[in-house]
């Protein structure tokens, strides 16, 4: 079971993959877990784009800049923290509701800045 965890874990590593999180539904899913997440903004992009977690979950971000200042915002979940350069901001929430929710930055900084976004998967408990 190690090894297999840790192959996929490789597997995901080199295959380039900017999806972080559930890799899929668990054989027998034991309920709510904190699930971390270290999410780095820069020009224009979120590293990574997409994050995955389950119905009940504890979602812990770390989130970082590379350059300027930029936002992590989630309108659903009423969500929006600003990070500046140099700064970590760490923050959580429980992932209530099932669905793709689009994060983005809403700085106005640079018009790159409108481009940014990812997708917060939450998948329903199975």
Known sequence: MILRTWLAGTLLVLSGAATVGV???????Q???????SLVARRYTFSPAR??????DLVRIELRTADIAHSFTVDDYRISKRV???QVVTFEFRAERPGTFRFYC???AEDGCRQMHGDLVVKPVP
């Open 51 to 56: 994050l995955e977690v389950f119905e009940g």
């Open 23 to 29: 890799a899929g539904p668990p054989a027998e899913h």
């Open 31 to 37: 309920g709510p877990a904190e699930r971390p997440f």
């Open 84 to 86: 500046s350069p140099g």
């Open 106 to 108: 809403e700085l106005k």
